[in-house]
């Protein structure tokens, strides 16, 4: 179980920690001012590091994860939250100069994702 958002709005007695709902880590927003890809890989920088103590639970656990390269999907999936509440987090962490973003190539020449790799990423969730 997540400390993270309520994604099944069960909020009753069962035993479960009160969870706060998603628009509370965003403090309402929908988007960051940096616009990351959810393939963006995404690393501490030793800034993050650093400020690691004095952050907010949410983020002191995305700085955790981000020791090594991971994506802002896995984020979202190791936190148990929605990838829209991940992309904002993770965007402002990066404008704030707590991570380090790796666009995919195809980002950052504004294309489009090379089909051979969507259709590998297809063919692998159809495996699942």
Do not use: W
């Amino acid at each position: 179980m997540s400390d993270f958002g309520d994604s099944n709005g069960d909020e009753g007695g069962g035993g479960g920690r009160f969870r706060p709902r998603s628009y509370v880590y965003t403090r309402g927003r929908t988007r960051s001012n940096v616009d990351l890809p959810l393939e963006t890989l995404v690393r501490v920088t030793p800034q993050g590091q650093s400020a690691a103590p004095r952050l907010a639970l949410e983020r002191k656990k995305i700085v955790s994860l981000c020791t090594a390269p991971i994506s802002i999907a896995e984020v979202s999936a190791h936190l148990s939250i929605p990838l829209g509440v991940a992309r904002v987090l993770v965007g402002d962490m990066t404008e704030e100069g707590f991570l380090q973003s790796y666009k995919p190539q195809h980002a950052q020449n504004g294309e489009r994702p090379d089909l051979k790799l969507l259709e590998r990423v297809l063919d692998g969730l159809q495996a699942l």
